[in-house]
Structures are given as C-alpha cells and as structure tokens.
C-alpha cells in the first residue's frame, strides 16, 4: 500500500519507504527521508546531506516568557488581559502568539496562513528554538542563526528539511534561512487544545526557573554569612 505525502500529513517515525510523492515539495521529503538519520556525538559538525524532521515545539526564546504566558491567558480569556495592555490599546501584532491552528484548512500542509492571530506576525527578527524529530524517533534541537519568514509553516507535526551546510554543535542545529526548508503539515492530535498546553508549558518552566533563582539566591545568601 502506498502512504502519499500529500500536505505532509504522515508521520514521518512511521514507515515512508513506499510513500508516494504527487509533486516536487512531497519528492523532497520522500528523498531526505532516505537518507540515513543523524547520529547524536558531541562537539561542533556540519551536515552532508539532507535531513527531513517533524516539528515538535516552537519557542520564541527572543521574547520573555511572562509576556507569552499573559498573550496565552488573554487569548484564552480576555478578562485575564493585563490593564497595561488595554490601556494601549490593541495588543501590539508583534507579540502576537502563534497558538492555533484551522485544523479544517486543507491548505494548512501547503504552507497557508492558518495560525492563529501571528499569522505575519512582526516578529521575523527573533531566535526561535525548535524542538525537531526524526524518523528514528530521536529528539533534537534547532536555532535560527538568521532571521526567518515562515511562520505560516511551523504548525506542530510540520516536516522540515535541513540542507548540507548545517552547522551542528553537541546535536543543536544551527542554521540560516537558506539551509532550511518549511514544508509545511499538520498532526491534528498535537494541535488539539494548544493554546491550554502551551499555557501549562510556559506556567511550568516560569515556576522552574523561579524555584532555580530562588534556590540561587539562599546560596549566596548563606555563603555570604560563613
């Protein structure tokens, strides 16, 4: 039986090795999926061949934490806006949330607009680091080195292909806008309800990062008095 890659729906952990391909963007995927995943090592490399990944998890690490969570909770329920905000008026397109998709939209795999309120959100001058999987199942880190427009594109199960070049330093991708290829996608069961995970998530590692400063900061405190 053939598994088309048509709007890069198919999970890409499970067997491609017969997928169909209808276009040149489907060829892409079906060709770096052949190809021998990385292989986790320490130190600094560079790609030598094309690498097709699954988009876990996007975080805009350019921008604070807090101001996601509140864009998140105002998003949610706007009686949770914050007064500074309403007080400037509409909250500002460039922190903006990616947090929602159309899960109805056929054209979401083609790379249409259907995120949310950030769809050409102002924000293309930010570090985002992503959270990539491969068909092996293993997990990996990438960062844009240079700005990005793809936006549209990084709906969670979206494939993406990183292209030989590729800096990798201890299995971080580190790549430009060149040597990556959004093609766009979808897993419905990732998506369900992502506005309430990406909540949850961001409350967590802010209560994290908390309880790290906190215990910091007791440290200092006692060795300051021996």
Excluded at 6 to 29: H, K, P, V, Y
Excluded at 196 to 225: H, V
Aim: with cysteine.
């Amino acid at each position: 039986m053939l598994v088309s890659f048509d709007n890069f729906r198919q999970d890409i952990t499970a067997d491609c090795s017969t997928c169909a391909a209808s276009g040149d963007r489907e060829l892409s995927a079906v060709r770096a999926w052949r190809n021998e995943p990385w292989v986790p090592t320490q130190g600094k490399r560079v790609v030598d061949r094309e690498l097709l990944f699954q988009i876990l998890l996007v975080e805009n690490v350019s921008k604070p934490k807090q101001a996601q969570l509140d864009a998140i909770r105002a998003k949610l329920d706007p009686r949770n806006q914050r007064v500074d905000t309403l007080r400037g008026g509409s909250t500002p397109r460039r922190q903006a949330v990616v947090t929602q998709v159309d899960l109805d939209n056929d054209d979401v795999g083609r790379g249409a607009p259907a995120l949310g309120t950030a769809a050409g959100a102002n924000n293309n001058k930010s570090v985002f680091k992503f959270t990539l999987q491969d068909k092996s199942g293993a997990v990996f880190f990438g960062i844009n080195r240079t700005p990005l427009l793809h936006h549209n594109s990084w709906i969670l199960g979206a494939k993406l292909i990183l292209k030989p070049g590729t800096i990798v330093n201890n299995d971080v991708f580190l790549f430009q806008k060149e040597q990556a290829v959004f093609l766009g996608g979808i897993d419905r069961v990732w998506n369900e309800n992502n506005d309430l995970k990406m909540r949850d998530y961001l409350e967590y590692k802010l209560n994290r990062d908390n309880c790290s400063a906190a215990g910091n900061k007791k440290k200092r405190k006692f060795t300051s008095i021996q």
